[in-house]
């Protein structure tokens, strides 16, 4: 967040409250054995959501492999079918990451209301 205040100062004053790590929030506050010392998304979403929240049944699971196959669609020419196929791939990634991070914060302020 702090880089994208650097980035958008216009919009510093709107981005700061408003951005929560969920990663820190878990680290302080939750722990699991199942997490293998890791509080990735990867790891700690399938541990405290379930199977579904994993990454197994994407073509593109990691990061790693995310930044490797956006470099190969960037150098495919534009008509190229493979191109569209990890287009596809990497916006359901994404779109992977983002739910997880709504899931998260839902089961966070689940567990909140329950104290």
């Known amino acids: 967040?702090?880089?994208?205040?650097?980035?958008?100062?216009?919009?510093?004053?709107?981005?700061?409250?408003?951005?929560v790590d969920l990663k820190k929030v878990i680290?302080?506050?939750?722990?699991?054995p199942d997490f293998l010392g890791s509080f990735s998304i990867k790891k700690v979403g399938p541990v405290l959501l379930g199977d579904l929240a994993s990454y197994k049944h994407l073509e593109i699971g990691d990061g790693m492999e995310a930044m490797l196959s956006y470099?190969?669609?960037?150098?495919?020419?534009?008509?190229?079918?493979?191109?569209?196929?990890?287009?596809?791939?990497?916006?359901?990634?994404?779109?992977?990451?983002?739910?997880?991070?709504?899931?998260?914060?839902?089961?966070?302020?689940?567990q909140i209301e329950s104290i």
């Open 1 to 19: 967040m702090v880089i994208l205040a650097r980035l958008t100062p216009s919009y510093k004053s709107r981005l700061t409250p408003s951005f």
């Open 71 to 110: 470099q190969q669609m960037i150098n495919l020419n534009l008509n190229d079918p493979l191109k569209s196929s990890i287009r596809k791939n990497l916006l359901r990634y994404c779109e992977q990451d983002t739910l997880l991070m709504v899931q998260l914060h839902q089961y966070l302020l689940k």
């Open 27 to 32: 680290e302080k506050y939750i722990y699991h």
